[in-house]
């Protein structure tokens, strides 16, 4: 697979909490450069970097983010107010105590609330993989695909692991057809991230893939 395909399917993603617009600025400028599929950035930063790319480049936030437990009120209210930042994707972050306690419907009901609150933008839905046990997983999968979101994605990055194939199987094989995968969190090479793709999954949430398109611009 050619690093352009690959480099297709990244959301070119910083969410560090010290997060400057200069860098939010330079990934702005690889994404546009590396046709990536959007840049990931925080929802404070949206309305600038939606200005700067112009119609160049999606521009992909977080709500509820990263551990999930904002009321829904707040999760619809952070959407609709980065959609209307100009946001063109939202990844959430669902309730995982809801989770622990069965509350699937309950998860369903929220996720749905907040892609109507997305009106009309792409919702990617991450469910935290490395808290969760794999009959949790395939019951998420379930509900996100009952819940009219778009994607389900791995992780956020920011807990105690990423991304592992044995998650992206489990979605493939579990989760409704109209529904895409998001695989993030540690994807440090093009032969892992030829692996995600290969699996199934169509997004990956990295800032690695084009620090590594630079690097063999430079050999």
Not at 111 to 132: D, H, M, N, P, Q
Request: one cysteine or more.
């Amino acid at each position: 697979m050619k690093i352009e395909e690959i480099l297709s399917k990244c959301d070119h993603t910083l969410l560090a909490q010290t997060a400057t617009w200069a860098e939010i600025k330079a990934i702005c400028d690889d994404g546009i450069k590396y046709h990536t599929a959007s840049v990931c950035i925080p929802a404070s930063y949206v309305k600038q970097a939606k200005n700067y790319v112009g119609g160049l480049l999606p521009i992909c936030t977080v709500i509820g983010f990263p551990n999930g437990y904002d009321t829904t009120a707040a999760k619809c209210f952070m959407a609709a107010d980065a959609v209307e930042n100009g946001a063109d994707e939202v990844d959430m972050v669902i309730n995982l105590g809801w989770v622990k306690d069965g509350l699937y419907d309950q998860v369903r009901d929220e996720i749905a609330l907040v892609k109507k609150a997305c009106r009309g933008k792409l919702l990617k839905v991450i469910i935290e993989t490395c808290l969760l046990t794999d009959d949790e997983k395939i019951a998420m999968c379930k509900a996100v695909s009952d819940s009219g979101a778009d994607y389900i994605k791995t992780s956020t990055g920011f807990s105690t692991a990423g991304a592992t194939f044995h998650d992206v199987e489990l979605f493939a094989k579990h989760v409704a057809p109209h529904v895409k995968i998001k695989a993030a969190g540690g994807i440090s090479s093009l032969e892992d991230a030829e692996k995600f793709i290969s699996l199934g999954a169509s997004r990956l949430g990295t800032s690695r893939i084009v620090k590594l398109a630079k690097a063999m611009e430079q050999n």
